[in-house]
């Protein structure tokens, strides 16, 4: 049975067109509650959002759910997508809500969950979910004196800024660096500076003036031209990006070059094995991951699993086989020695701690592998029409692709799994060739 509503990371889509529409917020709440709402005790929910102006109308039909069938709401206002997960667990709540459409525009919102041990929601939960929306008619509705009530968490903020702190040595700091901060006007426009601030660094700070439409908009982790910019005007030892919920990063060297999250994992990984803190001796990534990434860690003598794109297939393998370190090349890092979900903000101060401890620039430190020449194009599909992928020249282009690359790379095409996109990716030795035939197999798409 496919899912209805969730796509691979909960469910997405524009504002007030279905899925994403105040009645489908409140059905949601109702439904998500009588999933949770198991046990005697009071029950509990806590909702983050990111900054988008979509976010009051979800928030407040969220809550009318909830309440609606008896659970107490935890209000933490903007907060990044890992502090909901964080704050699931320290708040006992039965269920965690992250209200966020990640890097995509303000016109779009989505609604993530967090089960009690602040993971994600597995397939089986979230078909119960849907299956209860669907059925809203039935809805386990409270009496009155059993409606739950809803409060906001004043302390969110310095709860999850120590939580982050303490990820790293008590003797650390970052006193003496220039740190640019670009919050992409999201969720971590707040957490994210004061929380390096108070590491001793001096913070130069940008994309944090968030209006409810610009979040993501030309700043963040997907459009780091603002920030290589600012790193250099400033002389800034290193400048950190971050999406609109802040689950993942994007890094900046001093040198204003842009650093993805295959050479963070890179680096960390590198120094999490000389502490021996890396468990399984081996990261886990996904089949975007550049094979450069794949050969260091394997000539590292660490091992190199892939999984399929989307960190909670990332998670999903590292939580089965024992590994505390996986991510993808976008930015999702997660450590789950510290937290649940890819968090933007610990891997940042992870990696400036590495560059504090070996007194390193960040153009050395995050500089581990030379990259194999990688291309990758998105085109735009109709959802509602025959699927693209289906047809016989589309297929013969991307075979072709594959035998042109068969020594030396390789070809992977894939549907997103929150927008109509297809994504091209081809990565091989000779650079030319690889964009050919990326380019050749979206042409036979359009």
């Not at 975007?288 to 091992?303: C, R």
């Not at 007194?359 to 430190?365: I, Q």
């Not at 297809?422 to 050749?440: F, K, P, Y």
């Amino acid at each position: 049975m496919s899912r209805k509503y969730f796509g691979t990371d909960g469910m997405r889509g524009m504002v007030n067109k279905h899925p994403i529409t105040a009645d489908m917020a409140l059905k949601f709440g109702m439904a998500a509650g009588q999933v949770f709402a198991n046990g005697n005790h009071r029950h509990r929910v806590v909702i983050g959002k990111d900054t988008r102006i979509s976010g009051y109308m979800i928030e407040y039909a969220l809550v009318a759910g909830f309440t609606a069938v008896g659970m107490d709401v935890f209000l933490l206002g903007p907060m990044p997508t890992p502090a909901v997960a964080m704050l699931t667990r320290s708040l006992r709540a039965d269920v965690g809500v992250m209200i966020s459409a990640s890097h995509n525009p303000y016109h779009d919102n989505g609604i993530k969950l967090f089960g009690p041990d602040g993971y994600k929601l597995d397939d089986e939960k979230e078909m119960l979910i849907e299956s209860y929306m669907d059925d809203a008619t039935n809805a386990k509705l409270v009496v009155p004196k059993h409606l739950g009530r809803a409060r906001r968490i004043n302390s969110a903020h310095a709860r999850y800024i120590e939580f982050a702190k303490r990820t790293i040595s008590n003797k650390v700091r970052f006193d003496g660096l220039k740190i640019v901060v670009d919050s992409a006007n999201g969720a971590a426009y707040k957490v994210a500076p004061a929380a390096l601030w108070e590491l001793g660094a001096e913070i130069i700070e940008i994309g944090n003036s968030p209006n409810g439409f610009n979040i993501n908009e030309g700043c963040g982790s997907t459009a780091p031209q603002l920030l290589q910019k600012t790193v250099l005007a400033h002389g800034a030892d290193i400048g950190i990006a971050l999406d609109g919920d802040a689950d993942r990063i994007i890094v900046v060297n001093e040198k204003g070059d842009v650093v993805d999250g295959d050479q963070l994992m890179a680096a960390i990984a590198q120094h999490m094995k000389s502490k021996d803190a890396l468990a399984k001796n081996g990261i886990v990534a996904t089949v975007m991951s550049n094979l450069g990434l794949e050969n260091f860690i394997k000539d590292n003598g660490m091992d190199f699993i892939r999984t399929d794109v989307g960190d909670r297939y990332v998670l999903e393998y590292m939580r089965k086989n024992g590994y505390n370190m996986g991510g993808e090349q976008s930015g999702h890092i997660i450590l789950s020695d510290f937290n649940t979900t890819g968090d933007g903000l610990t891997a940042a101060i992870q990696i400036i701690s590495i560059m504090v401890e070996k007194d390193m620039r960040a153009s050395e430190l995050c500089s581990r592998f030379e990259p194999v020449p990688q291309v990758l194009k998105n085109i735009r599909y109709d959802a509602s029409g025959d699927d693209p992928l289906d047809k016989i020249l589309v297929k013969a282009a991307i075979e072709d692709g594959r035998q042109r690359l068969k020594n030396s790379g390789r070809v992977l095409i894939r549907k997103s799994g929150t927008e109509p996109l297809i994504r091209v990716m081809a990565e091989g030795s000779d650079a030319r060739l690889t964009e050919q035939v990326v380019d050749d197999i979206i042409s036979s798409i359009g």
